[in-house]
């Protein structure tokens, strides 16, 4: 059951935020959650949603994905492999968020392609900000749109 992981979760938050010498008040802060609802989150009395799950995880400059599993939110066993791919990509000091951004769209699109995408949702998300970037003039859904051709032209070289 879910309640189970919830503890796992909260304590991995708090040795998270204690590596990140944060004390609960200011992670709170950071992540726009109260400090009371955080607490109860670390003492494994409430179970976050994804969202906030995501606020924290930015604050601490952490995988969501991580707190997503230890939640009981993605199948650890048949998403570890995605997680690390991701909490990598995320890690990677050579790469500006907007790069990170468009290459886990990229990755996103092959695992996809290949039948281990995501559900609906997440992909309508990400289809969803691509765009929003293209319309806001950053060129985020440009360079999608030339990484996957270019993706294309090395899987295909053929066609």
């Known amino acids: 059951m879910a309640s189970l992981n919830v503890g796992n979760l909260g304590e991995y938050l708090r040795e998270q935020r204690r ?7 200011q992670l709170a802060d950071a992540a726009g959650v109260s400090n009371p609802y955080l607490s ?12 906030v799950l995501q606020q ?13 599993v230890r939640a009981g939110i993605l199948d650890a066993e048949r998403d570890r492999d995605d997680v690390e791919t991701r909490a990598v990509i995320l890690a ?5 968020e907007r ?4 290459l886990l769209q990229v990755y996103e699109s092959f695992r996809k392609e290949n039948g281990f995408g995501t559900d609906a949702d ?10 929003a970037d293209a319309d806001a003039g950053t060129g985020a859904g440009v360079d999608a749109d030339a990484a996957v051709d270019g993706a294309e032209t090395v899987k295909n070289p053929h066609s």
């Open 40 to 51: 109860q989150i670390e003492r494994g009395l409430r179970k976050p949603s994804a969202e």
């Open 56 to 68: 924290v995880a930015k604050a601490l400059r952490i995988s969501a994905e991580t707190l997503y």
């Open 122 to 131: 997440a992909d309508a998300d990400a289809d969803a900000d691509v765009k």
């Open 19 to 25: 590596n990140a010498q944060l004390s609960l008040r």
């Open 92 to 96: 990677d000091p050579s790469l500006n």
């Open 99 to 102: 790069q990170k951004q468009v």
